[in-house]
């Protein structure tokens, strides 16, 4: 059987992986992507669909803020409207003590660009009205948004395509190897494929693949909850999410221009990853309710009519691996995203694209590298 060939091979077809694609076609590199089952079917086009910089890691808003820049441009870049409305983001809080905290997050330098604004009291129910007497205080993002997540890594999957990038869906990996300069790929359907660099966007199975290259990270994987109500005028523009630290009170909401609002977070579940399904948790639906009410009293007399689930993978710092291989030459990883990374989702096709073809990047990912887990494992190894 003929081997395929490549300059790059991506495992995974997720926003991630087909962004990728696409960025690598920008800068003339060959690709094959190799994705188990759909584009975007995991937690690419099951999540919530923020595009939010707010909030983050202060380190990852140089990524963040790569990623903005492209969603501004998506329609031109890759001839597809994936929804995105930058309606602004609102991060509320039920105690004076967290308003402090946002506002030191609205101080920091690294967030300059996101022109942060804080509310309190009577001023943030004047701006917002329909905001339960419970809450406090918030954080304003005005060029935050959402977008569509189910139309994200499918329209770059086909730009990606358009440009000559080969997209092979249904294909499962079941080995890879270094064979010299090349890493070697065969897939469960007995066809090879070869490439001299290697870029896993794996998502919640990107630490199989790291693992057998020797860099496991502790990765686990989580079932985010959502639901969406039937449709009803559309008044609230803004994405709003609640800042807390207590696990069910975290919860987020958008409306979308068709009226209906998209609910998100609280308790998640604990996919099966045999069978590569999440279960919806009803406790965390129930809960959902619970706490919309206190957000939006308004809401209580609305259907719920869909819940859904997916699987994304989390790491222990909430931090992605993004980066070069530390024992690998032509291997890169861009995986482990912890439940937030639509919105980075076209600056880390970018920033791997241009990691991958120059050997550097001009946006900061040192604090991502498969480095940092290094010195846990061996320190696993040596107890055991």
């Known amino acids: 059987m003929t081997v395929q060939k490549a300059d790059v091979v991506i495992v995974g077809g997720g926003i991630m992986g087909s962004a990728a694609a696409f960025f690598l076609r920008q800068r003339g ?25 707010q909030g983050r890691y202060l380190g990852q808003l140089e990524l963040a803020n790569r990623s903005w820049a492209l969603w501004k441009r998506l329609p031109e870049l890759i001839d597809d409207d994936l929804e995105f409305i930058a309606s602004g983001h609102l991060r509320v809080c039920y105690r004076e003590d967290e308003i402090a905290e946002l506002q030191a997050y609205a101080d920091a330098p690294e967030a300059e660009q996101l022109d942060l604004k804080i ?9 917002f009205p329909f905001l339960g007497p419970q809450v406090k205080g918030g954080s304003y993002a005005p060029h935050d948004g959402h977008a569509n997540p189910r139309l994200a890594a499918p329209a770059f999957a086909r730009a990606a ?75 609230l523009p803004t994405v709003i999410g609640v800042y807390t630290k207590i696990e069910e009170e975290m919860i987020y909401f958008r409306q979308i221009p068709r009226g209906n609002i998209v609910i998100g977070g609280g308790y998640r579940s604990k996919p099966d990853m045999l ?54 030459d032509g291997l890169y990883y861009a995986f482990g ?19 991958i073809s120059t050997g550097s990047t001009s946006t900061s990912i040192l604090p991502f590298s498969i480095n940092r887990f290094a010195s846990s494992v061996e320190q696993r190894s040596k107890v055991s």
Not at 31 to 53: M, P
Not at 280 to 293: C, D, H, K, W, Y
Not at 337 to 355: I, K, N, R, T, Y
């Open 29 to 53: 590199q060959s690709v094959i992507l190799l994705e188990r089952d759909q584009i975007g079917q995991y937690a690419s086009g099951v999540n919530f669909g923020n595009v939010r910089r």
């Open 119 to 127: 509310f309190r009291g009577e001023e943030l129910h004047q701006r």
């Open 161 to 235: 395509r358009r440009f000559g990038a080969r997209i092979e869906e249904r294909t499962e990996v079941a080995e890879v190897h270094k064979v010299g300069d090349a890493f070697s790929i065969r897939t469960t359907d007995g066809r090879e494929f070869s490439a001299e660099r290697l870029l896993v966007t794996a998502g919640a199975w990107g630490q199989k693949l790291s693992a057998q290259f020797g860099e496991p990270v502790p990765l686990e994987t989580k079932g985010p909850q959502m639901a969406v109500t039937e449709p009803v005028p559309y008044a």
């Open 275 to 328: 069978t590569r399904r999440a279960q919806v948790e009803p406790r965390s639906i129930l809960n959902q309710f619970e706490q919309m009410r206190r957000l939006l009293p308004g809401v209580g007399n609305l259907n719920i009519i869909r819940v859904w689930s997916g699987i994304e993978g989390y790491l222990p710092d909430s931090l992605p691996v993004m980066g070069p291989s530390g024992t690998v």
């Open 337 to 355: 995203f912890s439940g937030h990374g639509f919105q980075l989702g076209p600056g880390v096709g970018d920033v791997m694209a241009e990691l």
